[in-house]
């Protein structure tokens, strides 16, 4: 496969992914989903990052994502094309996407709890790659993607994440680059 149509096809794939893990930062707050409790560590379960509001406008979001797809599939691209999977499809392709995205989140800021990280802190790799192998763990069994595609966006994510969250520090969206 050409490498430019893989990288498409790749990040067409993932895309409601990247956005149900970039909307919390800027529709997220409210209540925590770990309701400030603490773990038996004596450390936060999750802390105040995750909220619901963010994940709930992180899936919402995600799913916006998927149905814009497959419009956009739809006018542009027509329906025989391999990026049609109906609109069904991309409903339940993006709800499995952000599920997962903010499920991988949820388990990267447990994860960061428990080694007495604080929000915020930087964990190399767990913050930039829990999120996309978790979309693709939900996603996959029902929507499988080439190896190739895989491998690939586990090469490009934590690129691209680590770039947009330069891009949202700079709007003032973020509190740390990265």
Not at 73 to 80: A, D, H, K, N, S
Not at 150 to 176: D, T
Request: charged share 10%.
């Amino acid at each position: 496969m050409d490498l430019l149509l893989l990288l498409f096809s790749a990040i067409w794939y993932i895309l409601p992914a990247y956005v149900a893990n970039a909307v919390p930062c800027i529709l997220g707050g409210g209540k925590p989903v770990d309701f400030g409790k603490t773990f038996f560590d004596g450390n936060r379960i999750i802390g105040n990052g995750v909220t619901y509001r963010g994940t709930f406008f992180g899936i919402l979001f995600g799913i916006i994502t998927g149905i814009l797809q497959h419009f956009i599939v739809i006018l542009y691209m027509g329906p025989e094309t391999v990026f049609d999977y109906g609109l069904f499809g991309y409903i339940i392709l993006s709800f499995l996407l952000a599920s997962g995205t903010l499920f991988g989140d949820m388990l990267g800021s447990f994860i960061k709890r428990r080694f007495k990280l604080n929000q915020g802190q930087s964990a190399p790799i767990l913050d930039q790659i829990t999120f996309i192998v978790f979309a693709l763990l939900f996603a996959y069994p029902f929507y499988p993607l080439a190896t190739n595609s895989i491998v690939l966006l586990l090469v490009i994510s934590p690129i691209i994440h680590f770039s947009s969250n330069i891009i949202a520090y700079k709007l003032h969206l973020k509190k740390v680059w990265w």
